[in-house]
Every structure is written in C-alpha cells, then in structure tokens.
Nanobody, 120 residues
Framework: QVQLVESGGGLVQAGGSLRLSCAASRTIFRIDAVAWYRQAPGKERELVAA??????TNYADSVKGRFTISKDNANTVYLQMIDLKPEDTADYYC???????????????WGQGTQVTVSS
C-alpha cells in the first residue's frame, strides 16, 4: 500500500521558517499534480499551493511571496515557508495524484498531516 509521508512540521515563532516534505512510501510509476492543503481548528481545509507534472505552480493569495512549492528528482515535494504568521497555524496535508503502477489508474492520495504552530 502506497502512502504519502510528510515531515517538517513543528513550532516556530512568527517570522520564522519551516520546510515541509512529502514523499511516496515507495517507488511509483507516475506522479501528476501534488498539492499542500491546510486545515486550522474550526475551519475548512484549504488549498495552500500546488505543482503540476510540468512544474507549474499556483498559490493561495494568503501565502504568495512567502511559501514556495517545489519538487526534486526523487519525487519529493517541498513546501518552503518563510515569514510565518500565527494565522498559518494549521495541520498541513500533502495531496497527490499518483499512478502506482502502469496497470492501475491515477488515484488521489492524502498524507496523514503534519502540524505547524506559529507563536506570536
């Protein structure tokens, strides 16, 4: 069973930085779009940033200029977050459209979430 494994969350002061990582638990055939979502207590889950297979990116207005989504050749996707604000506090989730093998269709996978807490 393929899982998305996230890491990099934690507690940071306002103005600080964190880098989140997301990777599949084993080698897979194909990765299409990957996105980071977040969900704060009492709020709906929202899209933070996304990157498609070709490397094109898009961001929520609230994080533009502060967050950067990227990927490496090992198919790990990163979310670099700078100038963090208390309102960035949330559980962050990795979401990916993956084709596990040639014989299987593309499916949506979610990670287990990693907590980011920004203190004022």
């Amino acid at each position: 069973q393929v899982q998305l494994v996230e890491s990099g969350g934690g507690l940071v002061q306002a103005g600080g930085s964190l880098r989140l990582s997301c990777a599949a638990s084993r080698t897979i055939f194909r990765i299409d779009a990957v996105a980071w979502y977040r969900q704060a207590p009492g709020k709906e889950r929202e899209l933070v940033a996304a990157i498609d297979r070709g490397g094109s990116t898009n961001y929520a207005d609230s994080v533009k200029g502060r967050f950067t989504i990227s990927k490496d050749n090992a198919n790990t996707v990163y979310l670099q977050m700078i100038d963090l604000k208390p309102e960035d506090t949330a559980d962050y989730y990795c979401n990916a459209n993956l084709q596990v093998s040639f014989y299987l269709p593309v499916r949506v996978f979610w990670g287990q979430g990693t907590q980011v807490t920004v203190s004022s």
